[in-house]
C-alpha cells in the first residue's frame, strides 16, 4: 500500500526559530514528492523536487529529497507567526495506465508564538 | 491563466439526502481531475480521478461517485449522505500534456456537515 508518513504531527515554536519537518515516504512508481502549506483553506503549492541532493529553496523555506533512503524535509528558518499552518507532504506517483496520483501524508500543524 | 471553481463553499445536509458537488476548471484543455476529502484533524483521502471525459477511477469503494461530463467539469456526488461523509472536500487539477511532473492546484473546498 502507497503511503506517506510525516513527523512531527504538532510542533509549536517561537518567532525566530528554524524547525524541520519531515516526511518519508513508500509508494510503487515514484515520480516526484511535493510540499504545500495549508492554512484554512485549500492547499498552496511550496515546492516539488524530483532529484536527489538538489535543494529547493524559496526565501526562509528549503527542501530536499532523499530518493535511496525515500526521505524529505521541509525547512523554515527564522519562523515568522504567518508560517502558522499545516504543512503536508505529498508523493506523486503513476498508476498501471500511466496516470498521475498524488498520495498526501497526515501533515505537520505548524504553530508559530510571537 | 487557468483557474479552478468549486461550489458550494459550505453545505448542511441532512443524512439520507442526496448531495451534488461541482468543479470547472478554466485556461486549460484536458486536464487530470482529482476529488479529495479531508476528514477533520485528518489529511486528504484520494477519493476519484479522471483523465478524461467519462473516465473515472476510484480510489475507496464508498457512498459516493464521481462524474466527468465535460472536458474541465468534475461532480462528485451521492443518492444518500451518511453522516460519515461529513468533511471538507477538495477538487484539484493538473496540466498534462507535458513531459514530467507538474504540481496539484486546487479548489477551494466544500465544508459538507452531513446532520
Known amino acids: 500500500e502507497d503511503k506517506v508518513v510525516q513527523s512531527p504531527l504538532s510542533l509549536v515554536v517561537h518567532e525566530g526559530d528554524t524547525v524541520t519537518l519531515n516526511c518519508s515516504y513508500e509508494?510503487?512508481?515514484?515520480?516526484?514528492l511535493l510540499w504545500y502549506k495549508q492554512e484554512k483553506k485549500a492547499p498552496t503549492f511550496l515546492f516539488m523536487l524530483t532529484s536527489s541532493g538538489i535543494e529547493k529553496k524559496s526565501g526562509r523555506l528549503s527542501s530536499i529529497l532523499d530518493k535511496k533512503e525515500l526521505f524529505s524535509i521541509l525547512n523554515i528558518t527564522a519562523t515568522q507567526t504567518g508560517d502558522s499552518a499545516v504543512y503536508l507532504c505529498v508523493a506523486a506517483l503513476t498508476d498501471t495506465s500511466g496516470t498521475y496520483k498524488y498520495i498526501f501524508g497526515t501533515g505537520t500543524r505548524l504553530k508559530v508564538l510571537a | 491563466s487557468q483557474t479552478i471553481h468549486q461550489w458550494p463553499a459550505t453545505l448542511v445536509q441532512p443524512v439520507g439526502s442526496p448531495l451534488s458537488l461541482e468543479c470547472t476548471v478554466e485556461?486549460?484543455?484536458?486536464?487530470?481531475l482529482y476529488w479529495y476529502r479531508q476528514a477533520a484533524g485528518r489529511g486528504l483521502q484520494l477519493l476519484f480521478y479522471?483523465?478524461?471525459?467519462?473516465?473515472i477511477s476510484s480510489e475507496v469503494p464508498q457512498n459516493l461517485s464521481a462524474s466527468r461530463p465535460q472536458d474541465r467539469q468534475f461532480i462528485l456526488s451521492s443518492k444518500k449522505l451518511l453522516l460519515s461523509d461529513s468533511g471538507f472536500y477538495l477538487c484539484?487539477?493538473?496540466?498534462?500534456?507535458?513531459?514530467?511532473?507538474?504540481?496539484?492546484?486546487f479548489g477551494n473546498g466544500t465544508r459538507l456537515t452531513v446532520t
Open positions: 509508494v510503487t512508481n515514484f515520480r516526484s
Open positions: 484539484a487539477w493538473r496540466k498534462t500534456g507535458f513531459v514530467g511532473n507538474s504540481p496539484l492546484h
Open positions: 479522471s483523465v478524461g471525459i467519462g473516465q
Open positions: 485556461g486549460t484543455s484536458n486536464p487530470n
